[in-house]
């Protein structure tokens, strides 16, 4: 069943010559799908995203979302869906704790007693906010505001969630626990999940399609693992190995490792050590080979890291094969 299912989806923001904000955007989003919404400043995914869930009207197209028609039952879409938006303060009131403000939320979403307290101290436990449950929202960081209105949207447990860059703001162990609920509310509630991101390395982590946007219209749209091998990036992964013998180091063949360009290979930093780079365009798949030969050559692996794909990087190719015009 298709969650989403809109078609010629358009919006022009009113002034003198009008703000060109999406045009011609089609979408199908199938049921516990993870749906990455790509795009520099500008290019129209936060309105795709208030068009889709009920909260901006589009000035051409339809569809539906959770079978409710677009244009006439918005109301019924609003209610149905969560939506974290990357203003932290939206719905946060600094006269409540912040516990406070998930119990007031809590009767708007359905719950009530215990089944309100016991979700609750869940979503504070899963967003790293047990220690500030008595705070003031003033009195804590962005990034925890951040978290707060996360945990307010996720009080009702919908099955269709939008996340406009549900990240931003945050330190890495707020990161960390973000991606870490966003996947579990995927793959063990079955939430259908649409976000928006301007960090390549989150959409591959987490989404299972990619949909690259760039003023206003749809530039590709695929399987992340398709987008991501037709993108054909060369990244390197280096590797410090402490070598079982180094007089008869010899490095791995390319052929050898799924999707591996080149192999290249110079003396470490201590004795008995040696660095290597293995420039690939699929990394994930590239990796367990690379390791299968690491261990099976009985080296020992000393330290290991890969630069990840950028959205400029993706822009970039994209731009180069035509797909996304400047």
Known sequence: MAVIDVLGIGKRYPGRHGTLALEGVDLTLGEGAVLG??????????????????????????????GYDLLRQASRIRAEVSLVAPTADVGIDNN??????????????GLHGAEARQRIDMLLARLDLEKKAGDWPMHISAGQRQRLALARSLLAEN?????????????????RSVRDMI??????HGVTVVLTTHVMEEA?????????LERGQIRRHAQTDEVLRSLGIVRPIRLVLGLADRAVFTPPEPTALAAAED?????????????VTVRSSDVLA???ALLAWVFGQGHRLLGMASAPVTLDDAFATLSAAGEAKP
């Open 159 to 175: 099955t269709l969630v939008f996340l406009d860059e549900p990240t931003n703001k945050l330190d890495a162990d707020g990161v």
């Open 263 to 275: 192999v290249s290979w110079d003396v470490g930093a201590a004795p008995n050590e040696v660095s």
């Open 183 to 188: 996947r579990d509310l995927n793959m063990n």
């Open 37 to 66: 919404l790509l795009g520099p400043n500008g290019a129209g995914k936060t309105t795709l995203i208030k068009i889709l869930s009920g909260l901006l009207v589009p000035d051409s197209g339809g569809g539906t979302v959770l």
């Open 286 to 288: 590239t990796t367990p």
């Open 204 to 212: 591959e982590e987490l989404c299972s399609e990619i949909m690259f």
């Open 96 to 109: 409540l704790t912040v516990r406070q403000n998930l119990v007031f939320w809590a009767p708007v979403y």
